[in-house]
């Protein structure tokens, strides 16, 4: 009986035991809960606003893009514009068959215009159209849903007698996106283009400018491009050690939006202005090399020889 009772008497201490430490652990997690509930009311209220505002960035950014894009899709539409020449239409010189009454005969009648044709079916051609590493063409990952169909009308198409004045007129589309939704990534498209504008124009300063901006485009092709193009204007303004670093920035970009044989002879052609001619062969070799079946890699190879002549030095062991 004895036995029985200390057994019963410590199985009960035990479940007491229990029920104290978390009856205990309770109590405390509920005191500590309550001695701070003012600082966690606060940081709840604290998480709440920040994610709201994280929110109202994320919209008003989406808003921005959507403008811009917009936008954009008109000035492109100036910027692809033909000249007026390009779209006048062509005039049959051939005198037309009359008859003794003065009416137009034969096949000339039949392709005699009626009311209205000469106004044009309504289809342009688009010169830009095709793609290429100095113009990329704007997609949809530059120009959202959002942007509306433009009519030619609208922005003078064909009305431009010279290539001058059509970049005149795209500036001025470019140039406000530019400078309101430059940081987005349609305003970065406007930038790359009003760089092409300002350059073609002779507006070297501006023009870097705008393609500096466009360098640091999230869409790699114009990224890439816009680094190309600067490199290519830095040379031509007599600023070769500015274009190295521009061909360098490209390079170190390795991306495959942008060839890397010609990113090196654009490198290598910036190092001879430098007068760099030992960095120029080297980057020639890399070329040769790295890139044996390129169109650059016959080029790249002569200068290489010519350039290992001039300085008297071995290529090859140059290179190890």
């Not at 009311?41 to 994320?58: F, K, N, P, Y």
């Not at 009648?109 to 688009?126: I, K, R």
């Not at 040769?288 to 650059?296: I, K, L, Q, T």
Request: net charge negative; charged share 25%.
């Amino acid at each position: 009986m004895v036995e029985s009772a200390a057994m019963s008497s410590q199985r009960f201490s035990r479940k007491n035991l229990k029920h104290d430490e978390f009856v205990t652990r309770t109590s405390e997690i509920t005191r500590w809960l309550m001695e701070r509930r003012r600082r966690i009311g606060w940081g709840l209220l604290a998480v709440v606003v920040l994610i709201s505002i994280v929110a109202m960035v994320q919209v008003y950014q989406q808003r921005q893009e959507s403008s811009a894009a917009a936008l954009l899709a008109v000035a492109m539409e100036v910027y692809r514009a033909p000249l007026a020449e390009e779209t006048a239409p062509a005039l049959d010189t051939q005198p037309a068959a009359t008859d003794d009454a003065g009416e137009v005969t034969g096949e000339a009648a039949a392709e005699e215009p009626t009311a209205g044709a000469t106004e044009g079916s309504g289809e342009e051609s688009d010169p830009a159209g095709a793609a290429s590493p100095d113009t990329p063409e704007a997609t949809p990952d530059t120009a959202t849903s959002a942007a509306p169909t433009v009519e030619p009308a609208a922005v003078g198409y064909g009305n431009f007698t010279t290539e001058i004045a059509r970049y005149e007129a795209a500036r001025e589309e470019f140039a406000p996106i530019v400078r309101r939704y430059g940081n987005t990534p349609s305003g970065r498209v406007a930038a790359f283009y009003l760089g092409i504008c300002e350059s073609s124009l002779g507006n070297e300063e501006a023009a870097t400018e705008a393609l500096q901006r466009a360098a640091g485009a999230s869409q790699e092709i114009i990224a890439t491009v816009s680094l190309y193009r600067l490199g290519q204007l830095q040379v031509a303004e007599g600023k070769p050690d500015e274009a190295i670093a521009s061909f360098d920035l490209l390079l170190a970009r390795n991306s495959d939006a942008f060839p890397t044989d010609e990113a090196l002879m654009a490198r290598a052609r910036a190092q001879e202005a430098a007068g760099d001619q030992r960095g120029a062969m080297l980057s020639y070799q890399r070329v040769v090399e790295e890139h044996p079946d390129s169109f650059s890699a016959a080029d790249a190879r002569a200068r290489v020889e010519e350039l290992a002549a001039e300085l008297g030095i071995d290529p090859n062991v140059e290179r190890s």
